[in-house]
């Protein structure tokens, strides 16, 4: 008898589950106990100049106390480390989904999650080659995770309370750390990943790999993503960089 349903358990391995959580944890701990240290009650009120003129009188529409801005990069970096920890490391046993191959001729598919509520479905058709994953790839993923996990948000606003001699080195470090977080936030915590195998695919010398890139190009999906890309870009570039 043809059994169409199977089962698999993932191993996770707890040594690069501990690693991860002292990679991560650490530095946001560090980077919190760092914003106390300058946290006070003033009321933020900062003019916005674009192109030499003062735009809506204020970065804040209405006067914000500046603890709200501390929750708030404790909630953009605490978002980010949560969702690595829980969808990618599973540091805890409940949070290692199950992977579900099933076929049947009206599904003929692997799930990864719940049978009934899969977090990833994949269509047993759409697996048309296998490549081998090196553990080279593996530690580039795992330093591509543990990079983008970094508390980046606390850290811009312990660099605002310094008040370095050196504005230019600050204001260097401020804007990387805030694009950073920007775009994490907005692309998600595997944007670095993505665009890696982005940028092997777009410098591939194989005809195979190409036409992929080509037949990706053609697809609706693209042209929104597109657009979506050069409006986000536009409007950095206009109201973000001249400030």
Request: charged share 15%; hydrophobic share 50%.
């Amino acid at each position: 008898q043809i059994n169409l349903k199977s089962e698999f358990k993932l191993v996770c391995d707890p040594h690069w589950q501990y690693r991860f959580i002292i990679y991560t944890f650490f530095p946001f701990a560090i980077a919190l106990a760092w914003n106390l240290s300058y946290l006070n009650d003033h009321i933020l009120y900062t003019p916005l100049k674009l192109y030499g003129k003062e735009w809506f009188g204020a970065v804040w529409l209405f006067p914000v106390p500046s603890v709200f801005i501390f929750f708030l990069a404790i909630a953009l970096d605490l978002r980010i480390i949560y969702n690595v920890a829980r969808n990618v490391i599973c540091i805890l046993s409940r949070w290692i989904p199950n992977i579900y191959l099933d076929l049947h001729p009206e599904k003929n598919c692997l799930n990864i999650g719940h049978p009934r509520n899969p977090q990833l479905y994949i269509p047993l058709h759409a697996m048309e080659e296998t490549s081998r994953f090196e553990k080279r790839h593996v530690i580039l993923v795992a330093a591509a995770y543990v990079l983008v996990c970094q508390p980046y948000a606390l850290t811009t606003l312990a660099l605002t309370s310094l008040r370095l001699d050196f504005y230019e080195i600050e204001r260097i470090l401020i804007s990387i750390f805030g694009l950073v977080t920007f775009f994490r936030t907005l692309l998600g915590a595997d944007f670095l990943i993505k665009l890696g195998i982005g940028l092997t695919f777009l410098f591939a010398k194989s005809g195979h790999h190409r036409n992929q890139v080509g037949h990706a190009l053609r697809h609706r999906r693209t042209k929104y993503i597109l657009i979506y890309g050069l409006s986000i870009t536009f409007l950095f570039a206009i109201f973000i960089l001249p400030s």
